[in-house]
Every structure is written in C-alpha cells, then in structure tokens.
C-alpha cells in the first residue's frame, strides 16, 4: 500500500511569491491535514479538509489556504511568502469516523524563502 | 484549547538500557495519545497509540501508559538500538470527528552504541 505522497520534495522562492505543494493521501482515506514544522520546532496545525470541505483551521493567516479535490489529494498554498514560512510542511492523511482515526504523514517538502 | 507539555526535550541512553518520554495534557477531554518517531529527512511515523478507556499497551520492546486522573502519559522503550535513534513526539486529540491533534514539542533520543 503506497503511503502519503508529497510534492515536491524541496521548494525554494524569495519573499512575496506564491508557493503550492500538493499531497496525496492513502488510498481510502478521506481526510487530509496540513502541519507546519520549523527547524527543531513541533508540529503546527494548519489545515484540515474532509470530503473536499474545509474542516478546521490552525492559528495561520489567510495567506495559507488549501483545497481538496474529488479524489481527495490536496494543495497547500503559501501566498505573499515571508521569510518565516521557510519550514518543512507536512501533509498526513486519516480515515474519517466519529472515534479519531491514525494520521499517517508523507516525508513533507521543504521550503526555503531567500 | 489543549496544550501537550513533553519531557525531556533531550535524552541520551546507552544501548540496551531503557528511555522514558513523559507528556502531559491539559484538555481532560481528550482521548487518542499517538506517538510518532521522526528520523531524520523523514516524515513522522505513527509507532504506538492508546484511546483513554485503555490504561496501558505494548507492541514489542515499546509500551505507553495513561493516568487519566493526572493526565499524563508515557512512551517507554526497552533494549534500546542504535536505530531508535530519532525525535519522538507525543499527542493528544479529542474525539467527536474534530481530528485535531495537538502535538508535543518532541524529544530527540540518541542511544549511544
């Protein structure tokens, strides 16, 4: 069973640009989460979609958003990029269920803002 | 909103001793504790979780413990290799389809051969 795919692996840009990475989840899984990691930091929250609906939101500005599509792989996008939004960024997947299901993560992409 | 405190943030162990990683939460209501290990260039990897009706749980050389009352939790490894070698983070996430998991600040184990 292939896990959590991301692409691409590394992403450089320079200040104000836009940046979009994209994830694809397990097979069978609906929901689809986005985490920040800075360098020797934890994981931050930043989105979650189910069912192509965005179901939660981390404290992040409007600047990153996402979207789901019909076969559940997703975008993340970066816009106006500043030089703190150089971090690795995680995708994870999940089955969805009223009882908290697994988040299984991909290997991330890591940007870098010059 | 839950706040997931994890210690130590570094722990060194010589090969074959053990490694306890505590954390504690503060949400009473949350009731999935996944731990997930992050080598190095890779994503996290879910190792062992325990849901809150479950006071203990062991797969292997690893087990995890639960006190609801203290709400607090344990990550313990025996026998420890040198491939044990890697950040560990501890989580807490409430039920009810919400999926939000707050995450520890992680813990980077090195077992020294």
Known sequence: ?114 | GENVEQHPSTLSVQEGDSAVIKCTYSDSASNYFPWYKQELGKGPQLIIDIRSNVGEKKDQRIAVTLNKTAKHFSLHITETQPEDSAVYFCAASLSGGYQKVTFGTGTKLQVIP
């Open chain 1, 1 to 114: 069973e292939a896990g959590v795919t991301q692409s691409p692996t590394h992403l450089i840009k320079t200040r104000g640009q836009q940046a979009t990475l994209r994830c694809s989840p397990i097979s069978g899984h609906t929901s689809v989460y986005w985490y920040q990691q800075a360098l020797g930091l934890g994981l931050q929250f930043l989105l979650w979609y189910d069912e192509g609906e965005e179901r939660n939101r981390g404290n992040f500005p409007p600047r990153f958003s996402g979207r789901q599509f019909p076969n559940y792989s997703s975008e993340l996008n970066v816009n106006a990029l500043e030089l703190e939004d150089s971090a690795l960024y995680l995708c994870a997947s999940s089955l969805r269920g009223i009882v908290n299901q697994p988040q299984h993560f991909g290997d991330g992409t890591r940007l870098s803002i010059l």
